[in-house]
């Protein structure tokens, strides 16, 4: 069974950081590409990072370029996004998603959203507060 399980998250102040964990489980990360999305509440989910494992490739949104850095670690069958300088507005639900085809990696890594083919974890939340 295909399953992603994020964890890392809590509560920081701002100017934190945190390492957040998306550990997969069913298949072999080598050939995906995993994407970290974030939901504030009351808002809709949006993309934040994206890193190809066919390739290597990363792309990162506007609001976490030179703060958020994603990573994989492929014994672990884990990818890994490092958090820093962290503000008010990144507080969320952070949700890893794998995708494998064309259109997947398409859509999550250079569009950040979401289609019928892509798998999502449940989500780890980060909140930032004084």
């Known amino acids: 069974q295909v399953q992603l399980v994020e964890s890392g998250g809590g509560l920081v102040q701002p100017g934190g950081s945190l390492r957040l964990s998306c550990a997969a489980s069913?298949?072999?990360?080598?050939?995906?590409?995993i994407g970290w999305f974030r939901q504030a509440p009351g808002k809709e989910r949006e993309g934040v990072s994206c890193?190809?494992?066919?390739?290597?490739?990363?792309n990162y949104a506007d609001s976490v370029k030179g703060r958020f850095t994603i990573s994989k670690d492929n014994a672990k069958n884990t990818v890994y996004l490092q958090v820093n300088s962290l503000k008010p507005e990144d507080t969320g639900v952070y949700y890893c998603a794998a995708g494998h085809d064309a259109l997947s990696v398409q859509a999550m890594c250079f569009e950040f959203r979401d289609v019928d083919t892509i798998t999502w974890g449940k989500g780890t939340l980060v909140t930032v507060s004084s």
């Open positions: 069913g298949f072999t990360l080598d050939y995906y590409a």
């Open positions: 890193i190809n494992n066919n390739n290597g490739k990363t």
